[in-house]
């Protein structure tokens, strides 16, 4: 499996383009802005995108979705409740923080520890850890070592609570429980900055001692 990582937009977003053992299945995770781009990338390296994979529905991660969509006619998953978010202005935070409404659809629901499997070693456990938003999905890929935390989880960080449905101590406490548990060389991937590993944010996160 390979990791390609795109810095979208003003806000630094992460967008993730994962590609398969064949070197040509790949799945998408929090395509954030600039649809045209990612695309482009995607025609450019002969890849077959399969799905989308959405942590969370706050508008710098689902930006790019629908346009994604109508040009790679590809299932988009995430948890209903952020379904909700993706396709509401408001709960998305796109009316707050940008000039324009941002809304996107979701056609696959999953719920915590449900399995997707798209071929090729791109097998993935979903992880719900509320906090950030109501229903905020990680994805963890047990074989490669790696998980996708959206804005769950950052580089000596966590996500900001004070959002719609945001809570700062279901955040913690959840991540504790729900992600603290894996091998500490766990490589993390998280929506905004750098990666880490989860033995890092154990040792040195300080909203996690």
Not at 11 to 22: A, K, S, Y
Not at 41 to 53: H, M, R, V
Not at 148 to 162: C, E, I, K, Q, V
Request: glycine share 8%.
């Amino acid at each position: 499996m390979q990791v390609k990582k795109m810095v979208l937009g003003g806000l630094g977003n992460n967008t993730f383009i994962v590609i398969g053992d064949d070197h040509k299945t790949t799945v998408l995770i929090d395509p954030a802005y600039e649809p045209e781009r990612i695309i482009e990338f995607i025609s450019g390296q002969g890849l077959e995108l399969k799905a989308i994979l959405v942590t969370h529905g706050h508008f710098d991660h689902i930006g790019a979705v629908d346009k994604i969509v109508e040009h790679n006619s590809v299932p988009v998953y995430t948890h209903e409740d952020e379904a909700k978010l993706m396709s509401d202005p408001i709960k998305n935070l796109s009316t707050y923080f940008t000039s324009r409404e941002v809304k996107a659809t979701a056609t696959e629901f999953v719920e915590d520890k449900d399995h997707l499997d798209f071929g090729h070693g791109l097998t993935f456990k979903t992880i719900v850890v509320p906090g950030h938003s109501p229903k905020s999905l990680c994805f963890y890929n047990a074989e490669e070592n790696c998980i996708f935390t959206g804005d769950t989880l950052f580089s000596g960080s966590l996500g900001r609570t004070d959002y719609y449905n945001g809570d700062a101590q279901d955040l913690v406490k959840n991540i504790k429980e729900r992600l603290m548990f894996l091998p500490s060389s766990t490589n993390v991937y998280p929506g905004h900055g750098p990666n880490t590993t989860i033995g890092n944010e154990k040792s040195y996160n300080p909203f996690l001692q």
